[in-house]
Nanobody, 121 residues
Framework: QVHLVESGGGLVQAGGSLRLSCAAS????????MRWYRQAPGKRRDLVAA???????NYVDSVQGRFTITKDDAKNTVDLQMTGLKPEDTGVYYC???????????????WGQGTQVTVSS
């Protein structure tokens, strides 16, 4: 069984910064993609940033230039550095990984429990 655990959320004023971290643990053979999603109250869970096995990163337009996604393959972690935070960035941030477990043949999606980010005006 694979587990993803997020950390780093909290309360910050508009214009501030936070760094979210996600650690994947378990019998992992390889990770194809790692992603950050967020879900604001009453809204759908939307993709914020993604990074591929080769290190290619993509961002939703609303965070482009403010957020940076990075990964550490040796540690099976992915971070989201958030700067210039806005109230509309508020929500629960979820880590997602598309990975294959050892001794298995299929890639599967795994989710963390989420971490709350609140940006006050």
């Amino acid at each position: 069984q694979v587990h993803l655990v997020e950390s780093g959320g909290g309360l910050v004023q508009a214009g501030g910064s936070l760094r979210l971290s996600c650690a994947a643990s378990g019998s992992i053979l390889s990770i194809r993609n790692m992603r950050w999603y967020r879900q604001a109250p009453g809204k759908r869970r939307d993709l914020v940033a993604a990074i591929s096995r080769g290190g290619w990163a993509n961002y939703v337009d609303s965070v482009q230039g403010r957020f940076t996604i990075t990964k550490d393959d040796a540690k099976n972690t992915v971070d989201l550095q958030m700067t210039g935070l806005k109230p509309e960035d508020t929500g629960v941030y979820y880590c997602n990984a598309d990975l294959m477990e050892k001794l298995k043949s299929d890639y599967m999606d795994y989710w963390g429990q989420g971490t709350q980010v609140t940006v006050s005006s």
